[in-house]
């Protein structure tokens, strides 16, 4: 899958370098993958939330951060549209970003 807005994903851990090598593991993962639907992604990833209009919750670095992008299964993309920790992630309405 290509990775759109990943300048937010690289932005973010210069400020929080303790979550760095979790958003390189799971970016070189999904840079590798071929996913064609809902069922790919909870194959590789079982504790990712789907949460309507194409969004996706990923838990990073134990649950302590979300990362929620949007699939485009049909083009092989997602697009980045959040990352922060669990509490800022409580404060957006996900589905709107």
């Known amino acids: 899958m290509r ?9 973010y851990s210069v400020k ?13 993962y999904v840079e ?7 069922n790919d992604i909870k194959r ?7 949460v309507g209009n194409g969004r996706y919750v990923f838990n990073i670095r134990g649950n302590n951060y979300r990362l929620v992008a949007i699939a485009v299964f049909i083009k092989g993309y997602l697009k980045i549209r959040f990352i922060g920790t669990h509490a800022e992630y409580d404060k957006i309405d996900c589905r709107t970003i």
């Open 44 to 50: 590789d990833f079982p504790s990712v939330d789907y």
């Open 16 to 28: 929080h370098a303790n979550v760095r090598s979790a958003l390189q593991y799971w970016t070189g």
């Open 3 to 11: 990775i759109r807005n990943k300048e937010l994903l690289d932005k």
């Open 32 to 38: 590798e993958a071929v996913w064609k639907s809902h």
